[in-house]
Structures are given as C-alpha cells and as structure tokens.
C-alpha cells in the first residue's frame, strides 16, 4: 500500500540531560538534543530544511514549553522551506505527523522535531521567587474558568475522576493499577537516564501519599527538565544517514469524534484516544500479534490502562486482568511496556519519550534494557487528556 | 470539607455571565437549544446536536446525580487547603451535561457514583460557584 507514512522515517535521535531542578536553560537543554539529533543522523546543520515542535511558545504554562520553533530556527540559523509548532495537535507527538506529512509533500527532506520540558526548574523558580506565580492574580478563561474554582487544578484532578468512574464500573483495584508504576520502575532501573530507578514495592506503591484517589504518589509521572528531538528524514535519504538505515512509520492514528473536553465524554476514560486507535489499525494489515512492545502515554498509570484498552490489547474493562501480577507487560513479557520505564519514572519528557524508546527498541540500542528477541514493531502513544495519537514503528 | 478562604474565579463574559451569575436567586441554569431542547454546555453560539443558532437560557432544577468524585489532598492553590471533594455531576434534564464541582456537606465515606444531588451556590465577589451537596430527602445508593 502506498501511504503518506512510507515515505518518511526517523534518523536521528537526540536526547539533552534529564533531570530534577537541572536550574538549566530550557534553550540550552534544547541545543543540546537538537544538535545532538543531527549529529545522530549524520547531517550537518545546512541538512535540515523544516521544524516542527509542540507546542511552540506559549503564555500561562512556561514550563511545559522551552523552546519555540522560532528560537530554534534563529539560534541554529535553519534555513527552513516549512516550519510549525501548535497544542492543538494529536497529541505531543501530532507534531512528528506533521513533520512526517511535510516529507511525504515535498516540501522538506530533513525535518527536527523537538520537545521541551523544564517544569521542574520552572517550579524551583516560582517556590523561589524568581519567576511570579502565573496568572498574577487575574481571572480564568479559556476553558479553566469550569475547574480551577473547584480547586480542580492539575490533570492528577480531572483524571482520578475517570480513574474513579472506570473503577465503579469494571471493579479495577489499585493492586492491578499498580502493576504499571510497579513495571516502569523495574524498566526505568536499566534506562541511564531515569530520573527514578530505586526498586518500588507494591507495598511503597499502596502506602504513598494520597494525591487525589484513587492516586497515590506513584500513579503520578515526574515533572522534569528535558528535551527529546528527532530527525523525520524522507525515507530516500535513510540510506546516506549515519546508520544506513532508519526507523519507519506503519501507520499513524490521529482521528477524533470525541468532544475535546475534560468532562462531557465517555468519563470512564481517557477522552480522545478512541478513533486514534481505530486509525491507526485501518491503516495497516499487521495485527495485535504483530506489535513486540508498547510505548504508552503514562502522564499517570491510568492513562496507559486507558491506551491498552483502546488499542485492543484487551476487552473493554479487561485491563485490570491483563495487568494482574505484571507478568504480561515486562521487558521479557507478551507485551513488553514503557520499557525505558515511561514518564512515570524515567521522566515528564511528555510524549517524545514514547517515540524516543520505540525507536531506540528497534534499532537495537537499548543496552541492557533491550527487550529481547530483536523487536521490529512498536507503538508509540501521545495525548494525555487532550486528543491523543498513535504511531505505529516498524525495522526498515 | 475544605476551609475555604477565596478562589480562582471565571472571568466573565457575555457569553458566560448568565452561568455564574445564575446562583444570585438559587437556580441554576444552562443555555437550551430553541429547535431541539438540546443543552449546551459549555456556552457556546450553536447547538452541537442540530447547528441551530436559536437560543435562551433555561433555568433547571438544579438536581444531579453523582458520575464520578476523586477526594483531593493535595495543595495545588494556597487559598484551597486540602482535602476536599471534586467531582462529575450529571444534570438531572440531560445526564450527558456534567459540570465539574465539589461536593458539600458530605462525609468522604459517604460519597458514592449515583448518589442524587441538589445544587447550591457559594458566592464570591460577581460569582456564585454551583457546588452540589446530598438531596435532601433522597436516598442515595449506598442506602444512606
């Protein structure tokens, strides 16, 4: 089948430091991966001919973003033919899709995708003083107004409630809930760059502190200072690239019917991740079978049960099984998932981390955490309570 | 429930200030579809079921039931000590219309998914928050 996705692959791989209040700047954290993904795909700065980020520079919330496509392409002096950056997108990783549909257009040969995070600096930096509380006082809009009142101020909030309504329906407890920080944290122990890699017992798990129910600490991904880039190369050009070869796109998932909503969808789930999925299969003939590991958005462990479901791995309601006792999802399991250990412990490196690992699986430079059995399939996932996405990664 | 000193409030608009005004005489209200009686939450200029443009604001009973709650403990704002309860509620005239909210004059233990509720208002400056406690007189499914 000839479709958009064939025609673009990913080249290059590039990583900044990750850490806990790094007190960095988020632009240098980004030269770093920026830089560092060129150079992984053995191009030259002269190369890259787009840009594209999520979700580029924006008010209200500097720590989710720091660095807008624009800083980029000035600091870099890219000489760009299309360049983009947006939060309405499908998902974080919307932006790589983009990125890949201006290779299949023609428009570019190169694209650097980039994602940056420094809320755990930014943070450090309101606690301090240096930087005022956001808002400064004023009113909501802009769809905050029909949460913050209440007090309903984080996405730990406003997903607990989905968290709370699946467990009334399908009997989900938290000991099977668990079983996803419980497995990303045993992963995250061989991923040089996690932030958490200490063993975690379900019993530290069960006794955390209670952060809205049924979350506990653990249920919670890490806000952390990173930025993930890659290369989106046309999948010509993959054989001059430094490793003669790329990582390659089945098919993408980036439909939605859902209302772009915290609170008038289906409540039992994750909204936006529905008509993803359902894509993303239609555009393949490869099946549930044929997927060796799975890379799940994991802002919190609901949001990767949601992403199982979904994606069909298991019926609806069936999770909380097909998670009980963990043995499934492990690295050397059926279904090996966030096998660099997920946001929930390597880090908050919000979406890129999915595609990051996928693409480090199949290209056989996990290291030690290499899932077994030379993997040429994975699923990256991106969304978070925004409409998501799904990609399907395949060996070229 | 939470000690409440202030809070965060919506800024106001001509498309939003009938909502969280509407608390000034005890009711609430929504915005109804002229055509097809659909409500439309949030506010917005046509109605998601038929496209039509005709309008009004509807007040309703102000009953809900309870779609799903979370008790949050921790201290996201200064101004709202934790722990207190947010939750779904569905609007009695149109289940899938929720607001999101707290629940008031409630113990933890005695919150339950289904649970029929009653609107009530707390006030702050121009803004009457709708906020949800226990119907009176109902008895909700955990048989309380």
Known sequence: MDKFESQSAVTGLGMSDIGRRLMRDPMALTIDACLDAIDDAGLARDDIDGVCTYPGMISGAPGISGAGAFDVMDA??????????????????GSVVAAMMAVATGLCRHVLCFRTVWEATYTQLQRTGQVRYGGGGGRLSGGMEWRIPYGAASAANWIALYASRYMHEFGLTREQLGQIPLNNRRNAAL???AVYKEPLTLEDYLNARIVSTPFGLYDCDVPCDASVAFIISHVDTAKDCRRGRGVGFEAVGTANSERVSWDQGDIRYEPGLVEACKMMWSRTDLTHSDIDMVQLYDGFSFNALCWLERLGFCGEGEAGAFLEGGKRIARDGELPLNTNGGQLSAG????????????VQILGEAGER?????????????????PGSALLLKAL | MSKTFKRPLPQLTDSNRFFWTSGEDGKLRFLRCDDCSNLIHPPAPVCDKCLSREQSVSEVSGRATLAAVTVNHQMWMPMIEPPYVIALVEIEEQPGVRLTTNIVECDEDDLAIGMPLEVTFEHYEDVYLPVFRPREGAVNASGR
């Open chain 1, 348 to 359: 908050r490196l919000h979406g890129y981390g999915f595609l990051h690992e996928s693409c």
């Open chain 1, 76 to 93: 870099l002096r890219l000489n760009v033919n299309w360049y983009n950056s947006g939060l309405e997108q499908a998902g974080q990783l």
């Open chain 1, 191 to 193: 991923t040089p760059y």
């Open chain 1, 370 to 386: 290499q899932v077994p059995g030379n993997p040429q399939t994975s699923i990256a996932t991106s969304g978070g309570g925004v």
